[in-house]
């Protein structure tokens, strides 16, 4: 086998040889195609990674419902009506929506904090322990707010990154630390380290304060003739599954369309912001932006198929007393056309793995370099291999086909009488 491959590999470079220029333009062809789909598809998944970064900067496959007004009538009621969403609504939907994996509440205020160096107005986060576990919040020194807090009301606080350098300054700050809200005591139990954010929906993470929703009910509740108790700001859900993402949100509106006797298919009485459905919609436009570039590179790989089968051509054209020859001692056509397809398919291999090394290196350079927003580099992964020399094949073989059995019928007498 391994004296076959050999000379196999052996008539390859000859045929590379005789034919200088025209299998230079043809092994650059093959290799520049091969490394454009490989960058091209990495390129696309490097977006769609980069995308998803960013989507995990508020929450991993998370959908915020917000309270809005009727446009329908409904019940009998007018349209027109403010829906409030409330803590009623969260239990309900635990209880009754089986597509619902997790769910949480917000309770959103701004209020006057001060510490013994300096002060400031923020948004106070009123929520529960489970808020850690659906949106991303990093803690760098201490604990988010745990079960505990919540039960008791308890005064304590996570605070954003800039909250800290307003209220502290360059001076030292740890859990334990304490600081005033609207001139109540707030005992410090986490900090966030810096984080980047490029979309929110109620303000940037680093600039809010997280406190027990219990403790915000009862110590810090808003300006609003028409609050009361159990009244929450917005509502974030996690879908069981990925796949039923749609299905996950019928049901939540059904739910708090019945609690609050509107029509399900009104619009605007409760507005949400579906991160799952945008993710899709982001990958969407990239697969087919993919596509379309993969479908230049295919065609310029299509071109250097037809160089392997000009190449080949010649080879045969060459080589025709040679192919007379061994059919006179007894080779079969399908040996004949083996043997000519396997220098084809090689030729091809052989400027493939040339482009996709240089690919991988080029991917392997940018990925070394900072990341930008919303780009994860250039992912050479096993299916963008496996995509590009599956394209590589399919060309490889119906270029060398055609030379393959042009040789392969030729007859004995017909090829040893053949004169150049």
């Known amino acids: 086998m391994l004296l076959y491959l050999r000379e196999l590999f052996s008539q390859v470079v000859s045929a590379l040889l005789r034919n200088k220029l025209r299998s230079f333009l043809t092994m650059a062809g093959i290799a520049w195609g091969v490394a454009s789909m490989v960058l091209i598809v990495a390129m696309g998944d490097g977006f769609k990674a980069g995308q998803r970064d960013r989507f995990k900067q508020l929450g991993e496959n998370i959908v915020i419902l917000f309270p809005g007004r009727t446009e329908k009538q409904a019940g009998g009621l007018r349209a027109g009506r403010r829906i409030r969403l409330n803590y009623d609504d969260l239990r309900d939907i635990q209880t009754e929506c089986f597509l619902v994996r997790n769910i949480v509440a917000e309770l ?63 001076h030292p700050v740890a859990p334990g630390d304490t600081f005033s809200i609207n001139g109540l005591p707030f005992r410090i139990v986490g900090l966030m380290p810096p984080k980047d954010q490029n979309s929110s929906y109620n303000g940037m993470d680093s600039d809010k304060i997280f406190v027990p929703y219990a403790t915000m009910v009862r ?19 996690v879908p069981a599954d990925l796949k039923s993402w749609q299905q996950a949100r019928t049901q939540v509106i059904r739910v708090l369309a019945r609690n609050h006797k509107f029509d399900a298919a009104d619009p605007s009485a409760v507005r949400y912001w579906d991160t799952v459905e945008n993710a899709e919609l982001v990958d969407s436009m990239f697969t087919s932006m993919t596509a379309f570039l993969g479908a230049i590179a295919v065609v310029t790989l299509t071109l250097g198929g037809v160089g392997v089968m000009n190449i080949m051509l010649v080879s045969v054209t060459e080589r025709t007393r040679e192919i007379g020859l061994r059919k006179a001692l007894g080779a079969t056509r399908r040996r004949i056309l083996a043997d000519f397809l396997l220098e084809g398919v090689l030729l091809a291999g052989m400027s493939g793995l040339v482009g996709w090394a240089g690919a991988y290196g080029v991917a392997a350079a940018v990925n070394t370099l900072p990341k930008r927003e919303m780009f994860a580099g250039l992912p050479v992964n096993g299916s963008t291999t496996a995509l590009a020399f599956g394209a590589l094949a399919v060309i490889a073989v119906s270029s060398a086909l055609w030379p393959a059995w042009r040789a392969a019928r030729l007859t004995p007498v017909e090829a040893l009488s053949y004169e150049r």
């Open 219 to 237: 110590d810090l509740p808003l300006d609003d003739p028409n609050f009361h108790p159990g009244i929450v700001s917005d509502l974030i859900y």
């Open 108 to 170: 959103q205020n701004q209020a006057r904090t001060t510490s013994r160096y300096n002060g400031g107005t923020f948004s106070v986060m009123g929520v529960e322990a489970l808020y850690e576990k659906i949106r991303t919040i990093p803690i760098h020194r201490g604990r988010f707010l745990a079960p505990q807090d919540e039960e008791g009301a308890a005064r304590v606080a996570v605070i954003g990154d800039n909250v800290r350098k307003v209220l502290f300054g360059e």
